[in-house]
């Protein structure tokens, strides 16, 4: 028996510009990348984060985590996310063909910014996790009214 896969991904040269990549492995193992743990079996996968006057809202890509396993801390100015996607294997089965397996995910951001820590809430759902960290109300931006002086009334 033979398994051939086609992967067909028509507009990649030009989304590689835009994401550098992401469409040909969407998953960059960690011992590769800038957060570089030497730990096989370990991926950082893809996050995304935006600002908000009130928040920082994370969403990281990955799919099949068991949601038991999701772990969420922030300590200080980083936010960690570790998690676990296991593969069963059938019983009495051989794989073909693999692109996949059992992992563990582990993803840091650091934001720079004091965070309150009573307020992050994470969600997942879909196979992505949202984490939303609220801006302590030190780090929130504030509008400073400016006062004018007084100036001397006209003479007339």
Do not use: C
Request: hydrophobic share 40%; glycine share 8%; charged share 15%.
């Amino acid at each position: 028996m033979s398994v051939d896969l086609w992967r067909t991904t028509p507009y990649a040269h030009l989304l590689h510009h835009v994401v550098g990549g992401l469409p040909e492995q969407p998953f960059t193992p960690v011992s590769q990348g800038p957060t570089a743990v030497s730990r096989p079996g370990v991926l950082a996968p893809p996050v995304t984060v935006w600002e908000t006057d009130e928040a920082y809202i994370a969403t990281l890509l990955a799919p099949g985590l068991n949601e038991q396993t999701i772990k969420v801390v922030f300590h200080a100015d980083t936010l960690l996310i570790e998690g676990d996607r296991t593969v069963t294997i059938p019983d009495g089965a051989r794989a073909v063909w693999q692109e996949f397996g059992s992992i563990m995910i582990r993803r840091s951001v650091r934001l720079g910014t004091a965070i309150d820590p009573s307020r992050v809430a994470a969600q997942y759902q879909d196979g992505l996790l949202t984490v939303t960290l609220a801006k302590s109300e030190q780090a929130r931006p504030r509008q400073i009214p400016v006062q004018g002086s007084a100036r001397p009334a006209a003479a007339g």
